[in-house]
């Protein structure tokens, strides 16, 4: 009787192995099919600079992710040569109009307060943006920066704004600030950025406070 059962004993015992090895196999194929997703989906990145205070500091830790529609209030990554890469926030997107409103003249000391407008299709709205320090930004921000060709700021009742104050955003292109507005280089000086441009959507910031290392939801604001 033990004799008879053997064969069977070494065939299921044959047979939990190739179980187990098709196991393995199939969780390996898996695990590269994820990391190729990874590969081209999801990068890490660390921030050198101040240009997106308060939102992102410098030497936080950046997760991006290229899935996803982008959107106004989404804060993204964008090439502006090989060499180089800027993380900045998109205000406008195709279709949109864009006018900065002040109430100076554009004379030092660049300390009047600059208001952001956008048409989205239905007029010119106050957009508020309470990310930006103080929620409002200066003209001296702007000193020395080419606003995108105009070179200069609107000064008056935004129903009279002409043309040449307004900066039209195309189909898959992006115009893309700092939040620090003051010493933020954007598309203000770069000007508007293709879609190719930009590397990925920021969906998790590692920022450090007091040693520890908090991850935090960035700030969408789809209402804009």
Known sequence: MDLQLAPLILDTRRG???NIANLLLLLAAILAVLVIIYQNTCSFAKVSGD??????????????????????GDIVTAEVSDEKAIIKRIVAVGGDRVVFVTTGDGAAPYNETVQLYLDTGDGFKRVDEPYIDDGYMTEYGFSSQDVYGTGCLFVGDIQDVTDE????????????????RDISLDSRSYGLFAEDDILGKVTKIISQDSGWYNIIDTIYLSDL
Do not use: P
């Open 16 to 18: 939990k192995r190739e």
């Open 165 to 180: 104050y307004i900066i039209t955003v195309a189909k898959g292109e992006f115009l893309l600030l700092g939040d620090n």
């Open 51 to 72: 240009s997106m205070m308060d939102t992102v500091h410098h030497d936080d830790i950046v997760f991006c992710t290229t899935m996803g529609r982008l959107r106004r």
